[in-house]
């Protein structure tokens, strides 16, 4: 019998063709398995139960420090290689008759006697009768782990010998569980602790939520290999911590170790001597405000070296005992006067004033003044903390000189003028905003809100997108064009544009602009583009008719010329052989000529677009282009026919036809490629060279009629066209147009 939909005759050669590919097959799996036993970096064999090695990989010899792995095969595993043979015993009596992994740590020894701590990862696998038949087993060498973890006992018993000793100290160790492992100190009973209620728990099993979570940053960042040091209260007692790294053998961190320092008495001293000296040291030391203390008669007993610059003095003897009046402005005295009184009666105050420094210079001062008192709480002083409010003063001063030019601006143009708070969004309206719309002021609210409940539906989410882009991405300026309902309920066309202010941070609080209607603007853009529109329409038309009457007038006379010259050539005589040179040269240039006139037909109106569509003519116009200029020219199209009516694939084909023109005059492309990619509502069509690029001066030129014109077909039928270069990297062009709307420009006439 044969196999289905195998032909007899030729069954033993596919079949024996099969086999040879999986025998290859086989042999290609064999290699890879070798090439991972051999080259494996862990030791890797198989054995008897009997404990007879039967395969073994050069890892595991180089391991055991043999030369080869067929050293191996003459080995006895619980004789040879383990170092207590009743291990071996045990391991198989336990993993015998199991088929599931196992990992076990096993003492072996190398070929020169020397101990060596392995993990061996294996599993049997047994016969038919559930017997192991044989063991397959992964060895690592961790002789260095076991060695660094009998290390790490004998330090943990140092360092318990040496916490236990130490004077007003407690040492800890902490795994990466945050567990302690090892605690011991004198200072552990200074805050009712001991090392039985520490050791095996966790900072959270012991200490409270607040304090867990405060210390358990500090204990990950030691674990993370850094030095930390802080101080912390716990039990009425305060302690000097200082957390360090443990580290094994290859550098690993593997505990955190703790010394905490009782400094309680220490911390208590240190208080003591601060209160002994004073505030006068604080005073004296603030920053960067100007602290001062006045006597009751108003002279300066102190004051910082802040307050100092503010009043241009270059050393405290220049102003100390003065009456602080010397350097504040005249017309402030009373005020100033008046505010001293009333602290050195046991009040506070605030006062904003100028002064004049040593040096002539003017600044707006705030001070806030509180009294200052003996044990016994009489007033004897009062202590002043002053700011320099020279630039808020300022800029007060330039909102209101902005907002009094912004209400001229606003009475002075026909724009809606307009300033948002950014902070507030309360929204100010000029009063032509009124007039221009037609509300009046108590239909208006004052914030942001009578701004964007009156955007049109269809623009709002574009609008709001975009200001709020400018407004979070750092802009100075924005823009746009929208729709905006008037109080009659119709909606006007305006062109809105805003400046964003941001203060000293860099934070954007208000945002001042205009909106200026272009109903009108708009209404004549849109005849302008219809009678465009328009204006193609006829010249397509009046190109197909003179493309039509060319053919079939001049095209029909120059048949019949050529069908003339063939007559007379069959009338000349044999030995009229000039004038026959002479017919041959005639028909030549009627050829050319019908070839001429074949390629100016294809430019006026390509018959392909009429009678085939657009896809036939992007492809003969790819074809052309292509031979003309000898630049390869591929063309990728992707979801079947556009749908477009003549009017719209006629705008396609005019702007494709003028970006290949200018890919041939312009662009020095060793390659065009054209995709036209259609979706169920609109299509999309990209042209992309590898040409030299155009430049943002160029598009932007005044001169680019060729990229203003593809732009302008392709708005006539509510579509885009972008174009971006990239210096040494080719020019993209790219055509979107919906398929569901018709320009009536296109349809008229």
């Not at 400094?263 to 208590?268: E, P, S």
């Not at 003028?417 to 000029?430: A, S």
């Not at 193609?536 to 048949?559: C, F, K, M, Y």
Request: a negative charge.
């Amino acid at each position: 019998m044969t196999q289905a939909g195998l032909d007899p005759t030729l069954a033993p050669a596919q079949l024996r063709a099969a086999l040879e590919r999986a025998e290859g097959a086989l042999r290609e799996s064999q290699r890879q398995y070798r090439e991972i036993f051999e080259l494996a970096s862990v030791g890797i064999f198989q054995s008897t139960p009997e404990g007879r090695i039967q395969l073994a990989n050069p890892a595991l010899a180089k391991m055991l420090g043999y030369a080869s792995t067929d050293d191996l095969r003459e080995l006895d595993l619980a004789r040879d290689i383990y170092l207590r043979a009743e291990d071996r015993s045990a391991l198989i009596a336990r993993y015998g008759r199991s088929v599931d992994p196992w990992t076990v740590e096993v003492e072996w020894r190398k070929r020169d006697g020397t101990p060596l701590w392995v993990q061996i990862t294996g599993h049997a696998v047994q016969n038919s009768a559930g017997q192991p038949q044989y063991f397959e087993a992964f060895v690592q060498d961790v002789t260095e782990r076991r060695r660094s973890v009998d290390e790490l006992r004998l330090s943990e018993a140092r360092y318990r010998a040496l916490a236990t000793n130490l004077p007003d100290t407690s040492v800890f160790l902490f795994d990466h569980d945050l567990r302690y492992v090892l605690v011991d100190g004198s200072s552990l009973a200074g805050v009712g602790m001991s090392k039985e209620a520490l050791e095996g728990r966790t900072i959270w099993d012991v200490m409270s939520a607040d304090m867990s979570a405060r210390l358990a940053p500090l204990r990950r960042e030691a674990l993370a290999g850094k030095v930390v040091e802080f101080e912390e209260s716990y039990g009425g007692r305060t302690h000097a911590v200082q957390l360090l790294p443990i580290r094994d053998g290859t550098g690993a961190v593997i505990y955190g170790m703790g010394v905490a320092v009782d400094i309680t008495d220490r911390k208590r001293a240190a208080e003591h001597l601060a209160e002994n000296e004073g505030w006068l040291r604080a005073i004296v030391d603030a920053e960067p405000e100007c602290v001062k203390v006045l006597d009751r008669h108003g002279r300066v007993v102190t004051m910082n070296p802040a307050g100092l610059a503010m009043i241009e003095a270059d050393t405290p003897e220049q102003i100390v005992g003065q009456n602080a009046l010397s350097f504040v402005a005249p017309e402030y005295h009373r005020a100033f006067a008046d505010l001293a009184k009333r602290v050195l009666a046991g009040e506070s105050g605030t006062l904003e004033f100028e002064i004049v420094g040593f040096k002539g210079t003017r600044r707006w001062l705030e001070t806030h003044a509180v009294p200052l008192r003996s044990p016994r709480g009489d007033v004897h002083s009062m202590l002043g903390i002053t700011r320099d409010i020279t630039t808020r003063k300022q800029a007060e001063q330039a909102l209101r000189d902005s907002q009094e030019r912004l209400q001229l601006v606003a009475r002075a143009t026909n724009d809606a003028v307009w300033d948002w708070n950014l902070l507030t969004d309360d929204l100010w309206w000029g009063d032509a905003f009124l007039k221009m719309f037609g509300y009046a002021p108590e239909e208006i609210e004052q914030s942001v809100e009578s701004w964007l409940s009156r955007l049109h539906p269809d623009d709002r989410e574009r609008v709001v997108t975009g200001i709020r882009a400018a407004i979070n991405g750092g802009e100075t300026s924005w823009s746009d064009e929208y729709r905006f309902r008037c109080r009659d309920g119709r909606y006007a066309e305006v062109y809105d544009r805003g400046y964003v202010i941001h203060d000293a941070n860099r934070r954007p609080v208000r945002i001042v602009g205009s909106m200026m209607e272009v109903s009108e603007r708009k209404r004549t853009e849109a005849q302008l583009r219809n009678l465009a529109a328009r204006l193609e329409a006829i010249r397509e038309e009046e190109r197909t008719r003179i493309a039509r009457e060319i053919h079939d007038e001049v095209g029909q006379a120059l048949t019949a010329l050529k069908m003339d010259l063939a007559w007379l050539a069959k009338k000349i005589p044999a030995r009229g052989t000039p004038v026959r040179r002479k017919l041959v040269g005639m028909e030549g240039v009627i050829d050319a000529t019908m070839d001429a006139l074949h390629r100016i037909l294809a430019e006026l109106r390509p018959g392909v677009l009429d009678d085939l569509g657009l896809p036939a003519a992007i492809r003969w116009l790819a074809e052309e282009f292509k031979r003309r200029s000898e630049i390869p020219c591929t063309v990728d199209m992707t979801g079947g026919e556009p749908g477009l009516d003549t009017g719209q694939a006629t705008a396609v084909f005019r702007i494709l036809q003028e970006a290949l023109t200018n890919v041939a005059r312009h662009a020095k492309a060793r390659r065009v490629e054209i995709r036209l990619h259609v979706l169920p509502t609109a299509f999309e069509l990209v042209v992309t060279d590898d040409g030299r690029g155009i430049t943002t001066e160029e598009l932007q030129a005044t001169g680019t009629l060729g990229i203003l014109g593809m732009r302008e077909r392709a708005i006539t039928w509510h579509g885009r066209v972008t174009v971006h270069g990239e210096p040494g990297h080719g020019t993209t062009v790219r055509v979107f147009m919906p398929v569901d709307r018709t320009a009536p420009a296109a349809r008229a006439g």
